[in-house]
């Protein structure tokens, strides 16, 4: 089975799913059907629509079977649970069930509880894990980008907007004019501080070494260090004669 952990409940349940271009993609082989093309089934041309409901019915037509069968390891199902299921999903009572598998229909009845409390435990499940990735995926909107030059992107990059205006205000005497208090060695801090120093150069201007200097000689006395560090973190480029500087 093809990307069913992007797919919802009813695209695992139709069976398909439509990929990030429009194109349907079936979830059972992996078979593309693109929006605005024709399809040929028998003496008749399809759009992309009808031919992947005609692609299900011909090749997939028992859903139930194409879910259980593609994903058994995820579904921790023994055959019995699935013979159970299957005979469920046609529509046989208890006592039909009972005598198709030689069991007894109280057992039956255990079953059918038991798969009805699985079901509550997994949409009880299903609605913790979607609260988690839904405050993960806010925290992540709220992550700053990491620049173009960045040399070995790691966690000391997931820097939110509020620590980054936090940081700010603990190593800058001032923002306006731009006075560094002090050059941390933090990891995190050291990126918010360069992030702001990078802010004083212009995009697609060239400097001179002299010119860098001055301006950062006007924020904070060890300029060489931070120059140093602006070339290092990526995001100021320079010249191999150092005649030239820009910002990446």
């Known amino acids: 089975m093809q990307s069913y952990e992007d797919a919802t409940l009813t695209e695992l349940?139709?069976?398909y799913i439509r990929g990030t271009d429009g194109a349907l993609i079936c979830l059972s082989c992996g078979q593309r059907f693109e929006t605005g093309e024709v399809y040929p089934f028998g003496e008749?041309?399809?759009t992309a629509e009808r031919a992947l409901q005609q692609h299900l019915q011909e090749q997939h037509a028992d859903?139930?079977?194409?879910?259980?069968?593609?994903s058994s390891e995820i579904l921790s199902l023994t055959d019995k649970q699935k013979e159970l299921l299957t005979l469920f999903y046609k529509g046989l009572s208890d006592k039909e069930t009972a005598a198709q598998l030689s069991i007894s229909p109280s057992t039956v009845r255990h079953q059918r509880f038991m798969f009805r409390e699985r079901a509550k435990a997994a949409k009880l499940y299903l609605a913790v894990w979607s609260l988690v990735e839904e405050r993960k995926n806010k925290q992540q909107a709220?992550?700053?980008p990491v620049h173009k030059g960045?040399?070995?992107v790691d966690d000391r990059y997931n820097i939110t907007e509020t620590e980054y205006e936090k940081i700010l205000g603990n190593v800058f005497e001032s923002l306006k004019p731009l006075k560094l208090k002090i050059f941390s060695a933090k990891e995190k801090?050291?990126?918010?501080?360069?992030r702001k120093l990078a802010e004083q150069f212009e995009v697609g201007r060239n400097y001179t070494e002299k010119e860098v200097n001055d301006i950062l000689g006007n924020i904070y006395a060890d300029y060489a260090m931070l120059r140093r560090y602006l070339i290092e973190y990526g995001y100021l480029?320079?010249?191999?004669?150092?005649?030239?500087?820009?910002?990446?």
Do not use: P
């Open 150 to 152: 960045a040399i070995m």
């Open 13 to 15: 349940q139709n069976g």
């Open 44 to 46: 008749h041309f399809y």
């Open 237 to 248: 480029e320079r010249t191999r004669d150092c005649s030239r500087y820009w910002r990446k």
């Open 142 to 144: 709220q992550i700053l």
């Open 63 to 70: 859903r139930l079977e194409e879910l259980l069968r593609g």
């Open 189 to 194: 801090k050291k990126i918010v501080i360069l």
